[in-house]
């Protein structure tokens, strides 16, 4: 027996210069998890916008259970059931848990506009209990992890009654655990009769949450299958049109024995103790752990982004007192943060400059003015190389894709050409095609006698492209492995060493 809850059929969407969806069809089941996939751009977020009435589109026809249905804006959408919750989170920070999920329709006390916190810290309880989450609705947003927050959504999603969910990406910030947890709530409402849309880059998440799949290429609706039907490899020649081989891992270079980077007795608080590592000329350093582990707050030490309690720092056996983010860069250091939003990029500034911004001196002539013919060939480069799919480099960076402003927040840093890059979760939000051609770039660039810190949660992208990896637990090095010893196994064994533990550590401290 199938239930449609939602047929969406001859979808058109163009914005300036993109035609975004093109004659785009789906179709949701009650109490199933569809899973909606594609290379960066193809459109799959602009699809479900237009189902959570965020978009308007300009052809085309939804019907709800049956019924042909309007939804002109993002109330329209709740009314009906449907309810999104998008790549990038929506909450309040400064808000409690229930706050956010009862905003704009809190029930009022006698006295207007006064909250009445104890009705709705009441409701979000039983809310809350409903999803079996233990999360206190008086505790600040701002004060929850990722994870937790994305609870928030969903509870705030269900307070609506939601019949339709559609998720965005919802595990690229997630630890296993977490991912773990929310696949238990997502299995709970699809129980209950919930149809969910999943989007995700993360290809082997979908044999385990999905019951079918719909992939979508350039703005196309390309096909819908049973996922137990198929196989991961049918679903990426479908997604980029032609089939990827399992790339063996590049040739690559050791490194060389010149030291470029050394950190030793970085301290901060409690979320960094005592962390010492060196770096080589043309090395691929892995960092690796669990979520919280205390990697971006390395990078962020080294890159003078936060304040730390001691940190002695030589760059090319040179000892350097970094304070700010430019001492960073002028002594040849370059973050590629893991938040692109509020730290890689300026939205509402177009590709090009974005790229440039950073190495204007590179593109001035004699007479101080920006050379834009040199800028405008180095921008078109990366744009072909990395594949950031724009109509052109004079866009907006805030009108591109999730995936591809990650691209163009990469060749911003590959322009300013530093000796020592930071790239933390690098791949986060990337498509498969693109993700081999970061991963030949970054190899590239360390033959090319540059020195690479390369932080991701993804293991098998660890093991693949470092030379050697650390290992971090609770701001500590736990341990350190070369890419000839390093296995999943390994890895995991040292992230998860906590202080307490009794046992020596089975591989030699850094210290
Ligand atoms: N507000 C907008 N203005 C202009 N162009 C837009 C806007 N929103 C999306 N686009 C364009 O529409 C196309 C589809 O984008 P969409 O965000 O739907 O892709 P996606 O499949 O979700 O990609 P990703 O996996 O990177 O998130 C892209 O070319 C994008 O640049
Ligand atoms: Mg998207």
């Known amino acids: 027996m199938t239930d449609v809850l939602v047929l969406m059929e001859g979808i058109e969407k163009s914005f300036p210069g993109v035609h975004a ?21 193809a459109g799959k977020s602009t699809l479900m916008k237009i189902l959570a009435g965020v978009y308007s589109k300009d052809a085309g026809r939804i019907f709800y259970r049956g019924r042909e249905v309007d939804i002109p804006n993002p109330r329209a959408a709740q009314l009906l059931g449907i309810s999104m919750i998008h790549q990038e989170l929506n909450l309040m920070p400064h808000l409690t848990v229930a706050q956010n999920i009862f905003i704009g329709r809190e029930p009022r006390q006698r006295i207007p506009f006064v909250l009445d916190d104890k009705r709705i810290n009441e409701q979000t309880r039983a809310l809350l209990d409903r999803l079996h989450l233990k999360l206190d609705p008086r505790t600040k ?91 991961a490899d049918q679903i990426i020649k479908m997604m980029v049109g032609r089939t990827i081989y399992e790339v063996m891992p590049e040739l690559r270079d050791e490194p060389y024995s010149e030291t470029v980077l050394r950190v030793s007795n970085l301290n901060r608080g409690r979320t960094l103790k005592n962390v010492s590592f060196e770096l080589k000329r043309g090395e691929i350093l892995g960092f690796a752990g669990l979520m919280g582990a ?21 760059v090319m056996g040179r000892k350097v007192q970094i304070s700010s ?72 960076v805030k009108n591109l894709s999730g995936g591809n402003q990650q691209k163009v927040v990469i060749a911003k840093w590959l322009t300013a050409n530093t000796d020592i890059l930071i790239f933390d979760e690098p791949t986060r939000g990337i498509d498969v095609g693109a993700k081999s ?27 693949r492209m470092s030379h050697r990896i650390i290992v971090m637990c609770e701001g500590r090095i736990t341990g350190e ?18 202080e307490d533990t009794t046992t020596s550590p089975t591989e030699p401290v850094y210290a």
């Open 481 to 498: 492995l070369t890419a000839a010893e390093a296995t999943q196994e390994k890895i995991m064994r040292l992230a998860t060493q906590r």
């Open 437 to 463: 051609e970061i991963y030949k770039l970054l190899n590239e660039l360390a033959r090319n006698g540059k020195s690479i810190i390369m932080i991701s949660s993804e293991l098998p992208e660890i093991l």
């Open 141 to 231: 947003v701002a004060d929850l992890t990722v994870a937790k927050q994305q609870m928030v959504e969903i509870a705030k999603a269900l307070s609506f009654n939601s019949e339709v969910l559609i998720m965005d990406e919802p595990t690229a910030a997630l630890t296993e655990a977490e991912i773990a947890e929310l696949f238990r709530i997502i299995r709970q409402l699809r129980e209950n009769g919930v149809g969910i849309v999943y989007i995700s880059h993360r290809l082997d998440e979908l044999k385990q949450i999905s019951d079918r799949v719909t992939v979508m290429r350039d703005g196309r609706y390309i096909d819908t299958v049973e996922t137990a039907q198929t196989t």
């Open 325 to 396: 983010p430019a001492d960073a860069v002028a002594h040849g250091i370059g973050y590629l943060s893991e938040d692109r939003k509020r730290y890689g990029l300026t939205l509402s500034m177009d590709v090009e400059d974005n790229v440039v911004l950073g190495s204007m001196k590179r593109f001035l002539n004699a007479l101080g003015i920006i050379k834009r013919s040199d800028t405008r060939v180095t921008v078109e480069e990366y744009v072909k190389s990395l594949a950031i799919r724009t109509p052109s480099i004079h866009q907006q």
């Open 294 to 314: 205390g990697r971006t707050e390395v990078a962020r030490a080294i890159f003078g982004a936060d304040p730390v309690d001691s940190m002695d720092m030589w």
């Open 21 to 41: 969806l093109s004659q785009c069809q789906f179709e949701l089941r009650a109490g199933e998890v569809h899973a909606l996939v594609g290379e960066n751009g």
